[in-house]
């Protein structure tokens, strides 16, 4: 379940800045197959001329093999570079595709045990971590407290470890799945100990250099006094965000302690290469690969959000995993029973990351049948969630659906999204309700989006008492 609010951390920075964008923007392919490539292509360019995209990079991968890497507009509107194969774009969170892989290659080599205690890997570990083993870290069921300065401060992984050990638990251990950092640091600091190598080196020896990378690598950013200092980095896309009729250069800023997390800039071919060792078996066996696209089992029994640094879901009725990052300047999808990766990189914040799944839509087989759902007592609320839901993509929310703190915290992100061109979607076709429940003291309600013919997607809705949104959340189905 995708909750747009256990992005704030991330998304909060889109609100910085913003960000004109090609309005034909031209294509190149490097590599093509049996694919629907017209419609690919349409949906792909669509989105960019309506939602202020200057440059886009996109990979099928099918069993095994590339079956396409196409390209698109403008990676540098000053240089009017374009993008190319080899063009980096900051991926964001979806960093975490290669901690998820590296963490995984350690547990299958017997390095690492995803159910073994961190205070077997770090004897220093306070007394109150005791229940939290490595896949609670990996999983985002810590329990672990973000602290702000993890996003800020340019300490060292240990540093902030230090600084998290001082910290009490922000709930138990399993009890909820709450997207963070400071699990990811701690995950770091984990790695580093275990191998005697800093992350850095891990990702290059283990994953980079035996894949033949040649354009995944950090900035190394900092911030000094008024100037920020970074790598230069080859064929780097640079980011932007569009807003008040204007684009704006803004990108993030991440600390080196949280390189785990996020941070990374790559390209799509080397993304690809990625794909294809997963396909074939040759970094992560298929059971290895299992057991990282299963989602955490939380205390009460029901499914978390994550497996070991992947994002879960489904997509045509298949379980996909993957992670997105920044919106969509990276989304990566695996549907591992068909063998199909969709990789689709950006440099436009402020993008949903709904490019992957709706490219991967186009791969598989229809939707199947779906129920109507059940009997709706309260129509009018309907008539007002349905409102949010649409206004989320063509930028028209309504403050009054939504309870006070939302409106502070949860509205000027949402609002960061939208655009009254929208085209990450078909137009919303019908949307019924499939429950109705208290939740302690909010009730939820879910319900069933189809746009166009066969595009579906779950909402939920956290409500207040007085049937105000506090947080909504959305899964492919």
Aim: aromatic residues 8%; negative net charge; hydrophobic residues 40%.
């Amino acid at each position: 379940m995708c909750s747009i609010a256990h992005h704030r951390m991330v998304l909060a920075s889109l609100l910085l800045a913003a960000g004109c964008a090609t309005q034909n923007p031209s294509r190149s392919d490097e590599a093509r197959g049996g694919a629907p490539a017209d419609s690919v292509d349409d949906y792909i360019q669509a989105v960019m001329r309506k939602h202020h995209v200057p440059g886009a990079a996109l990979a099928v991968v099918r069993d095994g093999q590339i079956e396409r890497i196409s390209t698109y507009g403008i990676a540098d509107l000053e240089s009017e570079a374009k993008v190319g194969p080899d063009t980096s774009f900051q991926v964001a969170s979806a960093t975490k595709i290669y901690t998820g892989t590296l963490v995984m290659l350690l547990v299958q080599e017997g390095k690492l045990g995803l159910d073994e205690p961190v205070s077997k890997y770090l004897p220093d570990a306070p007394e109150s971590w005791k229940a939290i083993t490595l896949r609670h870290l990996a999983a985002h069921t810590s329990g672990l407290k973000d602290n702000p300065e993890d996003q800020e401060s340019a300490a060292s992984v240990a540093e902030r470890y230090e600084a998290a050990r001082k910290e009490p638990l922000a709930y138990t251990p399993g009890e909820r799945s709450e997207y963070g950092l400071t699990d990811f640091v701690v995950l770091t600091h984990v790695l580093e100990k275990v191998t005697g190598q800093r992350f850095e080196e891990l990702l290059r020896s283990r994953i980079f250099e035996p894949l033949g990378f040649s354009c995944t690598r950090y900035e190394h950013a900092q911030q000094q006094g008024p100037a920020r200092v970074a790598d230069v980095i080859p064929h780097r896309a640079t980011t932007y965000r569009f807003a008040e009729g204007a684009q704006r250069r803004v990108w993030f800023l991440y600390p080196v302690h949280a390189y785990a997390a996020g941070g990374a800039f790559s390209c799509v071919k080397d993304l690809a290469r990625w794909a294809v060792a997963m396909d074939q078996g040759t970094l992560l066996s298929p059971k290895t690969q299992q057991v990282a696209a299963t989602a955490f089992k939380l205390n009460d029994g029901r499914a978390g959000s994550f497996g070991v640094a992947f994002t879960l879901g489904k997509l045509r009725g298949l379980p996909t995993f993957g992670h997105s990052g920044g919106g969509s300047l990276a989304d990566v999808l695996r549907a591992p029973d068909k063998k199909l990766t969709v990789i689709v990189l950006t440099n436009e914040q402020g993008l949903l990351p709904f490019l992957a799944p709706n490219v991967a839509s186009f791969y598989l087989p229809p939707l199947p049948a779906l129920d109507e759902g059940i009997t709706d007592s309260e129509p009018a609320l309907t008539t007002v969630l349905r409102g949010a839901v649409e206004g989320l993509l063509n930028g028209k929310l309504d403050d009054a659906a939504f309870a006070p703190r939302a409106q502070q915290e949860l509205l000027p992100i949402l609002r960061g999204f939208g655009t009254p061109e929208n085209a990450l979607l078909p137009p919303l076709h019908r949307m019924s309700l499939l429950e109705d429940r208290r939740d302690g003291e909010q009730r939820k309600r879910i319900y069933r989006a189809v746009y166009g013919k066969d595009v579906s997607l779950k909402w939920t809705f956290s409500l207040d008492t007085a049937g105000k949104i506090l947080d909504l959340a959305y899964d492919w189905e």
